[in-house]
Structures are given as C-alpha cells and as structure tokens.
C-alpha cells in the first residue's frame, strides 16, 4: 500500500487542530521580476576573507601582496585575478570596500555580521534570514523557511524570535538531510500516528491551549509535511541538466549554491550556504587561490543562473564573512583577522547595481595592530547600515521595534539604509 | 585437547557471569531508607508557601486546579531532579509503599541518589559558568562538575560554596571549585574579569548587572561605574597553566568609551557597603559581600533559580534578574511598581524573601530547600484545567495555580528514553556499557535536538528538527528495538496478555495507565497481531508514546 502524504497527514490528525493542507502553489513558485516575494541568500566565507585577495586588490603597494587585478564588466572595477568568472557578472551587484566592525573574533564578529548587532550578554538577536522568514510568512512552503547548508560552527539563529526561526541544518545537501525517512514502511508508520493522535489527544483533555501552545502538534505536522513534500526535490541537484551543474563547480560549495537557487525557487525565503577555509592566518595567498577555485566559478554561476531565470529582481544575494583580513602580510605569508575596511558584495532583490562604495587606502596603518587602529577607510559603512538596507529591500519594517521576551524592546536594525543601494 | 570442546561453554558461562554480575551490583549512592529520610519540621514551611499561595490566588481572583496524581508528581520529581523518570522497578515500590507522607519519603530518597547528585550539579553549573566549549574548558568544567556533585551529596551550605567558587586559590585540580572562574573565558578572546564580574552577580544575586558593562541597565537603575567597582574585585586575578592565584600588584583598568583612555578602578560595591569586609584579598572580600546574611539577594537568587529547575519555570523571569529585594530600594525607578507582573499587593510578603529567609534560617540547607518546594501546594497540582480561555490560564501559570507544561531538556529526553528502555532502575553503576553507549550517543543527540544553554529556563515551543530526531532518528529507532535484553523486548514476550502488554509500555513510558479511550483503541491492535509480531507492535506502541506531547513536555 502505497500512502500518499495527503492520505498519511489526514489519517494523523483528522481530530487534532489540523490545519488545512494547501497544495503546490505553482503560480506563487512560477512568479517572477517584481511579482515575486523576495528571499535572501547569504554566501557565508566563514573564516573570514581577504579583501585584497577578493574584491578590493591592492597590486604593486605594500599591503598588495603576490594578488594581480583583472578588469571587471563594470568599468573602472577590478578584484582579484583568481575571479575570472565573477568578474564577468560582478556589475548585477554592487561591491562595498568599506565596512567597519569593531569585532576581531570569530565568534563576535560572526555574531555581528549575521544579526547586524554587537553580543550582548542578556539576549541573543536574529539573524537576517530568522528576520525574513519571521516577517514574509508563506502558508505554501512545506520546507522550512529559513535553510543552512553545509553548516558552520555559529549558524544563523532565530534568537529572541524563538527557535523555530533558527535556521534548519543540513550539513550536505547531496548526501540527503538527517532523520527524514519514516523508519518503517507506510502501514505501519500509518498505524504509529494513528496511536499518536489518539494519545495526544488525551493529553490535551485539559490542555488544550497549553499544548497548542507548546507548538508540539504543529511541529509534528511539518515534520510530517516536509518528509514527504514534493518540494524536497528542491535538494535533488542531480535533477539539474549537466552543464549547469558544471558551471557551479562539482564541490560540495558548488552543489550548495545550486541547491540555494533551486531552494529560492520553491520560495524558500532565506538560505545560508557556507564556505569554510578563509581564516589564512598563514600562506594567505595560496590559501585564497584554493578557495577561489570553489567560490569563482560557484557565485558567478548563482548570479547568472539566477539571472537567467529571472529570479535575480526578487533574490538578494549577500557575499561575506566574519570580517576582512590585515594588510599587513604577517611572519608566515598569512593575513590576520581585520574588522576596519572590508569588502563585501551586495546585490539583487531590486536593489541597484554597479555601485561601488568605500575606499580602502593603499598604503594604510600596515604596522599597526588591528584592534588598536582607529583610523577608517574612506566612506565607512557601519555593518548595522547594511543590514537595514537588506531588511528594507526584502519588504521587512527594518525599524520595526519588538518586544524581547526579557521585555527590552529591541529594533530589527539599529541602523540606516544606504540610500545609494535603493533603486 | 578435551578442554578445547569446553572452551565455546566456558567462555558463555563466564558471559553469563559477567552480564549477571554487573546487573546485579548494589546501586551504590542509592541511599538506604535510614540516610533518606525526609527532613524534620519540614511541615512549618511547606504551610508558610501554602498560606502565599493561598492569599496570592484570592486576591488574584483565581482558583487552583486540582491536586495532581502522586505517580505524575513522582514523575515531575524524578524529571527534575534526575533528569529522568522513574524506572518500572521504582513505580512498582512506589505503589506498594503504604506508609503516610509517601511523596516526601520518595523525595528524599531521591535527593540521596547519585543520579540527583550529578544531574542537578549539571543544571546549576549552567548558572554558574555556563556551557561554553573548547578543549579545555570541557576539561576543567568536568572538574567543576565532579566538584559540586559532590557539594550536592554533602550537602553543604550554600553559601560556602560560593564563597569558595569566587574566592577559591589553587590549582584546577586540586581545588576543583577554582574551575569557576573559566566563566569568564570567551571563545577565542581569552579570558574576560568583565564576563566573570558579570556572571558572578547573575549567578549568585540574580541581577543583569552586566548590561551596565556597555550601558545603563534597561529599566534597573545599574550604573557603568558601578559594574566597573564589581569587576575590579577580579582585578587582581592571576591565572596560570595549572591554577588561579591572586597577585596584589595587579591594577584593574577600564578604558573609557569616549575618550579611550585607559583609567585604574579600585573595587567598590553598589550596595550594602557595611557587608563587605577590609580584610583579605579583593576575592575574599567581594566573596563576604554577596554571602553576606543580611545580602538577600543571595538567597533569593538560589530560591529563584531552584524554583525554576523543579517547575521548568522560575518564580520571577528571567532566572537572573530579579527585581530589588522589597523595603531595599537602592535607587531609581521603583522595581516593585504595578508594571512587574509579580508585582507585591499591600502588605503581602514576598515569596523568594519568604522561602529565602526560610532557606537561611534552616542554615542554607540546598536539600531542605528542594523538600520544601516539592511538597508545597504550587507542585502537586494538575497541569490541566476544565478552563479554555488562554489570558485566564496565563494568569494562572503566572501565579502557579496550575502546573506549567514545560519542554524537557534534550538529557532528561535521553534519560527518559534510557530509563523507558529497561525495566530495572538505569543509574551510574549500571552497567559500563550501556554507561558508555549513553554518553556516546546522549551527545549527539543533544546536539541535534538543540542544547538551550543557560537560558534553559525560557519559554520554548518545539521545532522541526526535534519532532524528526524524535520520528526518525538512530536513537530512538535503536531504543524501541525490540531485542531480548530491552524493554520493549521483555514486554512482548512476558507479558501474559495484551492488557498487560499495554500497561506496561505505558508505565515505562509515560507513567501511567492508559486511559479507557486510549485501551479501546490500543488494546485490539495487540490482540490481532500474530505471536512472531508482537515485538513489532510493541515497538510500535513504544515509537507512539516517545513522540506524544506527554512524552517530550514535563507535566
């Protein structure tokens, strides 16, 4: 007997709070340009990339190092020469050479570069895709709303927005996600929720609105949902026409940014997929030529294929790390860990492109050390900014001040969108 | 070469041996009725926490619900204490005891077992130093925890144990209580006298006066400069590879947020100034402060606390910032005012002042504390009531007029499944193997279903990851696995008939009978199966109860 999941789900809970199980919506998926709910991919470098081996080189000055530039589609830019291929779809997004942050730890820096805000000791803030997944509900998605592929030590979290904002971990997409097959055949996993409504039910003799509360039933039911929703085919890259799967790159980096796209489409609202290896504390260069060869060939075909698709007006796409690295070249040809002018690459979603922001200098405080410079990079831009220009794009009240459950009052975003961003 | 063919026999018999050996040790730590005997004059107490509660729900219009059944009360206890239910094998003694005041001789029976010794160090080193990684830290909250689970089975004063957590010297081995001070370590910065200033007044006085590291406490009156006077008492700190020490030459210096420069703090208290001593070294001193008897903060901060880890939910929230101590107003805004939802009516005491003062004048006895809390009226009432209307149960769960459902922790989870998994008591002298199977997979597990860290006392909904582990995962799966030696296993083939086969699942499971809706149901789908699949309905009846509400939320 083969169950289908409508069949299974009403057989679980045709007494429960069983909430009404809307089908596909093909027309919302098939949406595009500005009709389309917007969603958010972060390209994490976890580790922390050089900006002057990615998109704010310095070649022939003291800080440059062995990295040459190449010219880019969009006149007058150009990043470092390991990214042939992103040179030529850079100009769909804008680039930012001046961030400022004032933390130098992984954790910390981590912390403010997913949430927009400092740790603070008495609450934990959410991360932008908890944000998004919080504000743009979708009563269609069977999946989780908020995704983190190929994980990283400090993946993004709901904080005070609650757990069920954290976002959902699946460590490799192409290896299957953990503990979402039924672990016996439909007759029996049939006559195991059948059990279960019947216990459940008389513990919410009494209860019911503790229960409910508890969200224990509702998580049951989207557990149930996503084990057998036809949207899981949205991890099934191998689904994806060979030459598109060559042009993400065949690395588990390259299979999560092909997975993200196809998670967008389905509308998925916010997908986080990470890159480690960044944290080049020694022999920076050949560090950052081998994470090239994943991340080059990997974001450039997002950009393109989301492009192509035209999911590109309705996807904001956030490329960037924990923080920068020194100019200085340390001991052991690495770089060290540098929150005062580093890059970025923002873009998509509606906002403009080709905007080049900030400045670093070339020849900067290379002796001193990185907690103690205060001097700035030309046009700063304070992360919290940054964050407030994304939220706004996707349609969230950036501003919009919530009720923490310490009952501290607490904005989405402290800071101010940039307004040279807005289209 | 007789003895060949022996061998294939010897070697079962030795397994035999072995296997019976290890099943049948004594429990060590399982205290003898002798040592376990519920503390005198306990009954004084217990009616002052029933006369508040009395009062409270008059003047708060609200009627308690009614008095849960003593197994689900044994079950609360057990959960809180143990971090997990109780064995088959103690429910049976549970039933045939006759005697008067069961519950409290049940109660300090279990304040006499290792497992509470451990389990509940565990839980208030989360307060105390939290659950941060990294190699050695894991080492040395290894030792902390050795350290106070043996605090716990001493039951010494608590404030004795604070005061040698803050001012301990020593080496991290040899005076594992010095471990405390790793709280103010932070991943990848090192180690931070700020962050165990901040912790240290959290944890022993239950006040966030760390947001006043940054800037003025939200709504509570802190000042920056007088966090700066707390943390400048761990100015004088001295770490080293093997130990803490204190080294009278070091300055305490803070750098000033506007102008940068950096400027030497000497130490100071916010309050209370005549509790702290002008002798001894800075530690010491500020170690006299917060154990001061007249310093109620202290003992309302450990009520709070204790309060929250038996009912899942503390008296004022969150755990560690309470609201000044009543008639101690130290400075601006009024915390007592209308807007706490704990707010003090005219000439009502204060609950954690009442069970404090208690707690103190019974010489800060952490068990008696417990005792008191387990047999008062708040713990023994049902967490289910005839009323729908949610604002009116939210009222009521404010004032604990029911008993709040609260999410287990991913260890009484696993503990629960451990315990559900046999039918004999599984404790730490229970066999090595499956000891070490726990520790093994109770880690991962952990990890998937999402560890609450220290802010295990708030307020949390399940989420999607959690009901798959529950559904699909290798622990669960392995757990129900009806094989001979487990649980799910000796029921399908003992029991007699299939009413016993149900009654029992659901004793092991969720601590209770099944109820007539529930046998109508169950009954008929074990009396159709066939003799060779009654492993497979029972395991099925077993997957059942693991994923109800009941199972996974303390009621």
């Known amino acids: 007997m083969n169950l289908t999941r409508r069949d299974l789900l009403k057989a679980a809970f045709a007494s429960g709070v069983s909430i009404a199980l809307p089908g596909l919506d093909l027309r919302a998926a098939e949406a595009r340009g500005n009709e389309r709910q917007k969603s958010l991919i972060v390209i994490w470098l976890a580790g922390g990339a050089s900006q002057l081996e990615t998109w704010d080189p310095h070649p022939g000055t003291l800080i440059g190092g062995q990295t040459q530039s190449i010219k880019t589609k969009l006149p007058g830019l150009e990043i470092a020469d390991m990214y042939p291929r992103v040179a030529e779809h850079i100009h769909e997004l804008n680039v930012i050479r001046s961030l400022v942050s004032k933390e130098g730890d992984h954790e910390r820096g981590t912390y403010l570069l997913k949430t927009g805000y400092r740790p603070d000791p008495t609450l934990i803030h959410p991360s932008l895709g908890a944000i998004a997944s919080h504000e743009l509900p979708d009563d269609k998605l069977e999946i989780p709303a908020h995704i983190s592929l190929l994980g990283s030590q400090y993946p993004a979290r709901g904080g005070f927005l609650g757990e069920m904002f954290d976002a959902f971990k699946i460590y490799d997409p192409s290896n299957g996600i953990r503990n979402l097959k039924a672990r016996v055949g439909d007759d029996r996993q049939q006559q195991r929720l059948k059990g279960l409504e019947v216990v459940s039910k008389s513990f919410q003799a009494g209860r019911r609105v503790q229960v409910e509360n508890t969200l224990h039933q509702l998580t049951v039911e989207r557990a149930l949902r996503m084990m057998t929703s036809e949207q899981l085919k949205a991890f099934e890259i191998d689904q994806e026409p060979q030459a598109i799967r060559d042009a993400f790159g065949d690395t588990q980096f390259g299979h999560g940014c092909l997975a993200a796209r196809r998670l967008v489409e389905t509308g998925v609202r916010a997908v986080e997929v990470t890159l480690q290896g960044w944290d080049t504390h020694a022999n920076n260069y050949e560090g950052h030529k081998t994470q090239a060869k994943e991340l080059d060939p990997a974001l450039a075909a997002l950009i393109h294929d989301l492009r192509q698709r035209d999911l590109l007006a309705s996807t904001l796409v956030l490329c960037i790390g924990e923080f920068g690295r020194t100019p200085k070249i340390n001991g052991v040809g690495g770089r060290d860990h540098w929150p005062r002018g580093f890059s970025c690459l923002v873009g998509g979603g509606g906002l403009r492109s080709g905007v080049v922001i900030g400045e670093t200098d070339t020849e900067p405080q290379a002796e001193q050390d990185a907690n103690k410079s205060t001097a700035l990079p030309h046009d700063p831009i304070e992360v919290p900014d940054l964050f407030a220009t994304i939220l706004r794009q996707l349609g969230v009240e950036f501003d919009k001040e919530v009720l923490t459950p310490i009952g501290r009052p607490m904005r989405f975003s402290s800071g101010k969108p940039i307004e040279r961003l807005l289209a | ?491 399908s083939q003992m029991s007699p008939n299939a009413e016993r086969t149900l009654e029992l699942c659901y004793l092991v499971c969720l601590t209770r009978r099944p109820t007539s809706e529930e046998s109508d149901y169950l009954l008929p789908l074990l009396k159709k199966v066939r003799p060779n699949q009654r492993g497979q309905a029972v395991e099925d009846l077993y997957w059942t109860l693991f994923n109800s509400p009941e199972f996974a939320w303390n009621h």
């Open chain 2, 1 to 491: 070469m007789r003895w060949k063919l022996l061998l294939p026999g010897v070697v079962l018999l030795a397994i035999i041996w072995l296997v019976s050996f290890v099943t049948d040790q004594p429990l060590k730590g399982v205290a003898t009725e002798e040592s376990a005997r519920p503390t005198a004059d306990l009954d004084d107490s217990v009616q002052k926490v029933n006369t508040f509660f009395a009062r409270r729900w008059a003047s708060e219009d609200l009627q308690p619900v009614k008095t849960a059944g003593e197994l689900s009360v044994l079950r609360r206890i057990a959960l809180a204490l143990m971090g997990t239910v109780p064995s088959l094998e103690e429910i049976r003694a549970f039933e045939q005891d006759s005697g008067p005041d069961r519950l409290q001789r049940w109660t300090a029976r279990y304040l006499h077992d290792q497992r509470y010794f451990d389990y509940f160090a565990e839980r208030l080193a989360r307060g105390f130093v939290g659950v941060e990684g990294g190699q050695f830290i894991v080492y040395r909250r290894d030792r902390f925890l050795n350290w106070l689970s043996g605090q716990l089975a001493a039951n010494r004063p608590y404030p004795e144990l604070v005061r040698e957590m803050i001012a301990g010297d020593g080496l991290w081995t040899d005076e594992p209580e010095v471990n405390f001070v790793m709280a103010g370590y932070d991943d990848g910065e090192g180690f931070n006298k700020n962050k165990l200033a901040g912790r240290a007044v959290r944890a022993f006085l239950g006040q966030r006066i760390d947001c006043a590291q940054c800037h003025d406490h939200p709504f509570d009156h802190w000042k920056q400069n007088e966090f700066a006077g707390l943390a400048a008492h761990f100015g004088q700190l001295k770490l080293s590879p093997v130990g803490v020490r204190e080294d009278r030459d070091l300055k305490f210096e803070v750098e000033d947020r506007h102008t940068l420069e950096k400027k030497v703090v000497e130490p100071a208290v916010p309050f209370g100034d005549q509790w702290e001593p002008t002798e001894g070294t800075r530690r010491e001193r500020l170690a006299a402060w917060v154990t001061h008897p007249e310093n109620r903060r202290l003992e309302r901060a450990i009520v709070n606390r204790v309060w929250g880890l038996l009912f899942g939910r503390s008296w004022i929230e969150p755990v560690d910032d309470l609201p000044d101590p009543p008639g101690e107003q130290i400075a601006g805004p009024n915390v007592e005012g209308a807007k706490h939802p704990k707010a003090l009516k005219a000439g009502e005491p204060d609950l954690l002042d009442l069970v404090g003062a208690d707690f103190r004048e019974h010489g800060y006895d952490l068990r008696r504390l417990i005792e008191v809390i387990v047999a008062s009226k708040p713990f023994l009432l049902e967490s289910k009531s005839e009323i729908d209307d949610a604002q009116r149960l939210d009222r009521m769960k404010e004032h604990f007029a029911i008993f709040p459902l609260a999410r287990l922790r991913p260890e009484q989870i696993i503990g629960a499944l451990y315990q559900a998994s046999s039918l004999t008591t599984v404790d730490q002298n229970s066999h090595l193997i499956s000891r070490f199977i726990k520790l093994t997979r109770s880690n991962d597990f952990v990890k998937e279903y999402g560890d609450l860290g220290e802010n295990e006392l708030e307020d949390r909904a399940g989420t999607i990851p959690q009901a798959l582990l529950r559904m699909n995962g290798n622990l669960i799966n392995e757990t129900i696995d009806a094989k001979p030696f487990t649980a799910s296993g000796r029921i």
